[in-house]
């Protein structure tokens, strides 16, 4: 399979605070997801995007498509105790018949 | 309400059989996949079917098989022959094969 690198694997931050994570990759992508998956649970789509230098939010949350095509970041403002999860990217590309690839995840805890 | 259902939620199984998992939309989506999610790592794709009796095998299909006789529904059988099977699984569907995916609830498969 072809993965996607997203960074950090984990965090560990202070309610209040803000979140930024991201995912790269070598190959250029035509679409990119975010996803937050609770324990035990499907993952639940967050935002997605569709064009390249796209910036979305979605209340605290705030996405982008960079501008390359290879990355996207996540920014989560003011971090609550319910953010803990972990949060997937995923991005399509045209070369991989548009199926969903996915990155490894970063596992957000917050302290209260 | 619409959704993709995935059942059951636990499953255990004795090794050398083979088992089937349930997953039924009723989101009229034309495209239905199959993941496998372990511990650390990012969803990887087993099957997809972009279409009504038609499927492909995607990353890690080795010891797996699927149907799709009719639109809502895409069942996963992990057959005896799939050498790890205990992982946590995941039925998605999207409108078509461009679009944003979402996820059913995941079925915990155990082998014991």
């Known amino acids: 399979g072809q993965q996607l690198n997203q960074s950090p694997q984990s965090m560990f931050i202070q309610e209040g605070e803000d979140v930024s994570m991201n995912c790269t990759s070598s190959?250029?992508?035509?679409?990119w997801l975010w996803y937050k998956q609770d324990p035990g649970e499907g993952p639940v789509l967050l935002i997605a995007l569709y064009k390249a230098g796209e910036l979305t939010s979605n209340g605290r949350l705030t996405a982008q498509f960079g501008i390359t095509r290879k990355d996207s970041f996540l920014n989560i403002s003011a971090s609550i105790p319910s953010d803990v999860g972990i949060y997937f990217c995923a991005g399509r590309k045209m070369e991989y018949g548009n199926k969903l690839v996915f990155g490894a995840g970063t596992i957000l805890r917050v302290k209260s | 309400d619409g959704g993709i259902t995935q059942s059951p939620k636990y499953l255990f199984r004795k090794e050398g059989q083979n088992v089937t998992l349930s997953c039924e939309q009723n989101l009229n989506h034309d495209a239905m996949y199959w993941y496998r999610q372990d511990p650390g790592q990012g969803l990887r794709l087993i099957y997809y079917?972009?279409?009504?009796?038609?499927?492909q095998k995607g990353d890690i299909a080795e010891g797996y098989s699927v149907s799709r006789e009719k639109k809502e529904s895409f069942p996963l059988t992990v057959t005896s022959a799939q050498k790890n099977p205990t992982a946590f699984y995941l039925c998605?569907?999207?409108?078509?094969?461009?679009?944003?995916?979402?996820f059913g609830q995941g079925t915990r498969l155990t082998v014991v």
């Open positions: 079917s972009q279409i009504v009796n038609d499927f």
């Open positions: 190959s250029i992508f035509n679409t």
């Open positions: 998605a569907s999207s409108r078509d094969r461009n679009t944003e995916a979402f």
